[in-house]
């Protein structure tokens, strides 16, 4: 069913029809822009903050309190440690529907190369004990700005709404735990079930100061795989007296790319992609082991399922052909679903930020092949919508088109977005948002 809803509402994704929404006045556009505004250096201090204090995935404690105590003392009320770190604050407001937004905490292991004079310089152990650096690479800093400076909005202006906001601070997200540990640690249970959920994120794809939307799948499907491939060990000069696992480990990375060219449908979305190759310790030894770590994503579940057999048997048999003495070991450690945006809301959510942003500012968009732990939240029976913000300076985003590059993505140790207009338009965004949702009477799809 899945399947045929993606088919139908892709075909609207080069196209989204606007609702026709009353245009704000000029008196309201100000009194929006200054609202802004107002919150503004206290969002903007925030980002700097969190930009040179990062934290890995499921380690975001200062972070988290950051955030609690400065919900807290807008007046909100705020349960810490859901999950793990999580932060869940509740402002109730009369009666209305219950409107959730939502904000990453974690951060990456990536050391930051943007030269910025506000560039993380932290150093950590990972969970492996490893020395890593760790940066804001993905633009989480920048959604909890923006969420705070919404947040501030919308304590001082209960007249503009009604019902019940739900804000939550998540951890890693980056490792696709976050939302699953919220949810079991009774998120929904000892808190309002929203009956709308939000979210936000910020790329280079769009100059900042815009905003892209789109209904149906948004971000696909992810599955994290680790294989550790098991060989016999020896000297390099004697290769015959061992079976060598970095030879079947880099055949394996070859084989796998057959998946997606010919097992799976031309014009299907699929991708699998082989992130690590672990093995050895010095160039005359050959190991006894070698490990990978890869990455697959899908849109179509029937197509995830064969995908991810698909990588198995590959897996085994090329073990297989080389004779080893032990199979190897496949272990499916992380997974998520792909994020769907009820195209309900689109309508809706696409109309109000129209309305709050202008009609150029506001870009559809085609699904991508990143992905979100969001899905979990709305997998408990949640129409959801999470659209993108644009992150790059204007300028440079223009002259990358006009000369067919790319920007620096999410997670590269280059990823700065351009802080100023990005900041304000995740603010006026989600407030725009927020308030069409919350209006009294209103159906929130």
Known sequence: MLGIMKALYLLFCSAVVFPALAVPTPAQTATARQEVETVYPEAHAFYLDLHQSPELSSHETQTAAKLANRLRNLGYEVTESIGGTGVVAILRNGSGPTVMLRTELDALPVEEKTGLPYASKVHTKDDSGRDVSVMHACGHDLHMASLLGTARIM????????????????????????????????????????????????????????????????????????????????????????????LIAARTVLALQTIVSREVKPGEPAVVTVGYLRAGTENNIIPDQAELGITVRTYNPEVRKRVLASLSRIVKAEADAAGVEREPLIDHDQGTDAVFNDPGLDRRISGALV???????????????????????????????????????????????????????????????????????????????LRNLMNTGANPR
């Open 155 to 246: 304590a001082g202006s209960k007249s503009s709404w009604h019902g019940t906001l739900m804000l939550i601070g998540q951890p890693a997200e980056e490792t696709i735990s976050g939302a699953k540990a919220m949810i079991a640690d009774g998120l929904f249970r000892r808190f309002p079930k929203p009956d709308v959920a939000i979210a936000l994120h910020v790329f280079n794809m769009l100059p900042a100061g815009k905003v892209g939307v789109g209904p149906g799948y948004r971000y696909s499907n992810a599955d994290s795989v680790r294989v550790t491939i098991y060989g016999r060990g020896g000297h390099g000069a004697a290769p015959e007296t061992t079976i060598d696992p970095v």
């Open 355 to 433: 309305a709050a942003l202008g009609k150029d500012n506001v870009v559809p968009e085609n699904p991508q092949m990143g992905s979100e732990d969001f899905s979990y939240f709305t997998e408990q029976n949640i129409p959801s919508y999470y659209f993108n913000l644009g992150g790059a300076e204007p300028g440079k985003w223009e002259k990358a088109r006009a000369g067919g590059e790319s920007l620096p993505s999410n997670h590269s140790p280059f990823f700065a977005p351009d802080v100023d207009p990005a900041l304000h338009t995740g603010i006026t965004a989600e407030v725009a948002v």
